[in-house]
């Protein structure tokens, strides 16, 4: 592996960091939720990504499933 320079460090940490906002935002609709595991959640939107055909692909269905 070749070494970081300052520009792909910086690239990794605001990766992070968004990586991190959208756990919380997760576990915030989660709690809201009373959901135990992402299971639960995923079950809830199964139904709305199959009846949304024309915007969401199959992969993203399998990939959630």
Known sequence: MEK???RQVMEIAEGLRLIE???EKIQ???REL???S???IAEQL???F???DDSLSDS???HIG
Request: glycine fraction near 8%.
């Open 4 to 6: 970081m320079d300052k």
């Open 21 to 23: 906002e959208g756990v």
């Open 28 to 30: 915030g609709t989660m």
């Open 34 to 36: 009373n959901a135990k």
């Open 38 to 40: 992402i299971k639960d």
């Open 46 to 48: 199964l139904p709305i």
């Open 50 to 52: 199959k009846e949304d």
């Open 60 to 62: 993203i269905i399998k």
